[in-house]
């Protein structure tokens, strides 16, 4: 008889790796300044393109006092492809209902953003 248990199979899988990198991260902290922090969630919401394939934007914005309609933004850093630009410009034109914005930090620090539009 065998004295070493077999450890038991995880049934979920998780990963420990962190949510947000670090353009994202201080992104996250620009949001939370700027509007509501109960209103801004980071990569929360998945939206529809076609049918079998989503896009995530990094943060969704809740509408609240200072933004009424939902708002997503897509953080992107200088090294950037074209796949995550198409996406967010497919998720503009086919979620009118909500505004999309792409955003990246100059070299002075500061953040810039451009409304993406359907």
């Keep these: 008889m065998n004295a070493d248990p077999v450890p038991a199979k995880k049934r979920l899988r998780q990963s420990a790796a962190p949510v947000l990198n670090r353009l994202e991260m201080r992104f996250h902290g620009h949001l939370l300044a700027t509007y509501e922090p109960d209103s801004v969630f980071a990569q929360a919401v ?5 049918r079998g394939h989503w896009f995530k934007p990094d943060f969704y914005v809740a509408p609240h ?3 009424t309609r939902p708002t997503f933004f ?6 950037s ?3 995550g630009f198409e996406n967010l410009k497919v998720a ?11 955003v990246w930090e100059d070299e002075a620090g500061r953040w810039q953003r ?4 359907p």
């Design 46 to 50: 998945r939206v529809e393109l076609a």
């Design 65 to 67: 006092a200072s933004c």
């Design 74 to 79: 897509e953080t992107k850093g200088p090294k």
């Design 81 to 83: 492809f074209r796949g």
């Design 92 to 102: 503009a034109r086919v979620h009118k209902w909500a505004k999309f914005f792409l």
């Design 114 to 117: 451009q409304e993406i539009l």
